[in-house]
T-cell receptor, first 116, second 107 residues
């Protein structure tokens, strides 16, 4: 049973370009969470999705960032018109049950985004 | 003040020493998580607690709900335990993270 997969592992973009980060949850998991870790900072919650639904996006920046988890395929975190401050490690996690409350999450290896 | 506070921020120990990392939180929680982040960046979930104590190998995690405090203990520490240990408090849908404790175990 493969773990949570993220790709690409490393992504380099120039300012103004778009970044697309993909996350495939563990088999049987229908709940996905995205987190961001800025350089030398702690992890911060961004968004929680269930298949075809955004459950909680309270941690998402209001502009340029969006996330989806379609019925088929991976979850996508999309950052439009990237700026240098978007450089960070983006982690995805999945769980088999809903809500972050009492459910163990399994983390992917992360995507390290560098904006030049 | 952060909602999840960890101490110490950095910890250096000799191989074989008993390690304790502390976590205090100020928010209501459904569960308290301990995570391990390796130098390469990967994150592993070590424990999820809502009460009492859990043990896995040389790792022990405890939580005191009344005092809003949790501890992670490592017995007989080893250099391979060197990593950043992160405490996280989860509510209904979100998770709040501590800043992490960077542990270095020297041989």
């Amino acid at each position: 049973n493969a773990g949570v997969m993220q790709n690409p592992r490393h992504l380099v973009r120039r300012r103004g370009q778009e970044a697309r980060l993909r996350c495939s949850p563990m088999k049987g998991h229908s709940h996905v969470y995205w987190y961001r870790q800025l350089p030398e900072e702690g992890l911060k919650f961004m968004v929680y999705l269930q298949k075809e639904n955004i459950i909680d996006e309270s941690g998402m920046p209001k502009e340029r960032f969006s996330a989806e988890f379609p019925k088929e395929g991976p979850s996508i975190l999309r950052i439009q018109q990237v700026v240098r401050g978007d450089s960070a490690a983006y982690f995805c996690a999945s769980s088999p049950l809903g809500g972050q409350g009492g459910n163990e999450q399994f983390f992917g290896p992360g995507t390290r985004l560098t904006v030049l | 003040k952060n909602e999840v506070e960890q101490s110490p921020q950095n910890l250096t120990a000799q191989e074989g020493e008993f390690i304790t990392i502390n976590c205090s939180y100020s928010v209501g929680i459904s569960a308290l998580h301990w995570l391990q982040q390796h130098p390469g960046g990967g994150i592993v979930s070590l424990f999820m607690l809502s009460s009492g104590k859990k043990k896995h190998g040389r790792l022990i995690a405890t939580i005191n709900i009344q005092e809003k405090h949790s501890s992670l203990h490592i017995t007989a520490s080893h250099p391979r335990d060197s990593a950043v240990y992160i405490c996280a408090a989860s509510g209904n849908n979100d998770m709040r993270f501590g800043a992490g404790t960077r542990l270095t175990v020297k041989p």
